[in-house]
Nanobody
Framework: VQLQASGGGLAQEGGSLRLSCAAS????????MGWYRQPPGKQRELVAA???????NYADSVKGRFTISRDTSKNTMYLQMNSLKPEDTAVYYC???????????WGQGTLVTVSS
């Protein structure tokens, strides 16, 4: 499976963006998919993750503002980002984990810039 992230861009503080992560194959059986971000000069961090059973978890900094979801019919994962803040500025990456066989895959980054 290969991942292709899109949807980044420039947003105003308080605005919204939706990121998409399209997979080249079926995402139905993937154990976990997630979004990570890397702010300028900082380490990559987990933003949100969704498991095959539908359970989700979020970084404290985005709880209540971001929503992760996936559409297995379209083999696509999404990240709806609302109430954006300048500190959300980062390159966002999508990620997937499969346990059997074991592999992980990263998509290329998509840049999100939030202006105040």
């Amino acid at each position: 499976v290969q991942l292709q992230a899109s949807g980044g861009g420039l947003a105003q503080e308080g605005g919204s963006l939706r990121l998409s992560c399209a997979a080249s194959g079926s995402i139905f059986a993937l154990n976990e998919m997630g979004w990570y971000r890397q702010p300028p000069g900082k380490q990559r961090e987990l933003v949100a993750a969704i498991r095959s059973g539908g359970t989700t978890n979020y970084a404290d900094s985005v709880k209540g503002r971001f929503t992760i979801s996936r559409d297995t019919s379209k083999n696509t994962m999404y990240l709806q980002m609302n109430s954006l803040k300048p500190e959300d500025t980062a390159v966002y990456y999508c990620h997937a984990v499969n346990l059997r066989p074991l592999y992980t895959v990263w998509g290329q980054g998509t840049l999100v810039t939030v202006s105040s």
